[in-house]
């Protein structure tokens, strides 16, 4: 059974900083794209920021400029490092793997990022 622990949420004041850490584990197929998504209350989840395999990234126009995404192949870990955050940036944020072979989504159990204005 997959796991992805995600880690490094937590409340800051605006404009400030977290970095999020995914780590996956019982890995035992090709991983291709790795990211995070996130849902505020009330809202649907929604894309924050991708990596592929080859380091091609896609970030929420929300993102720009502020988050930037990085991972590690050899350990199957995903980071997600979050500076000038803002207020709406609060949000229950979500690791995911994708399955290289299927497009399989495997889903961490989330991480609370509050940001107090």
């Known amino acids: 059974q997959v796991q992805l622990v995600e880690s490094g949420g937590g409340l800051v004041q605006a404009g400030g900083s977290l970095r999020l850490s995914c780590a996956a584990s019982r890995i035992t197929f090709s991983i291709g794209a790795m990211g995070w998504f996130r849902q505020a209350a009330g809202k649907q989840r929604e894309l924050v920021a991708i990596?592929?395999?080859?380091?091609?990234?896609k970030y929420a126009d929300s993102a720009k400029g502020r988050f930037t995404i990085s991972r590690d192949n050899a350990t199957n870990t995903v980071l997600l490092q979050m500076d000038s955050l803002k207020p709406e940036d609060t949000a229950v944020y979500y690791c995911?793997?994708?399955?290289?072979?299927?497009?399989?989504?495997?889903w961490g159990q989330g991480t609370q990022v509050t940001v107090s204005s």
């Open positions: 990596m592929s395999t080859g380091g091609n990234t």
């Open positions: 995911y793997v994708r399955r290289l072979a299927t497009g399989r989504k495997y």
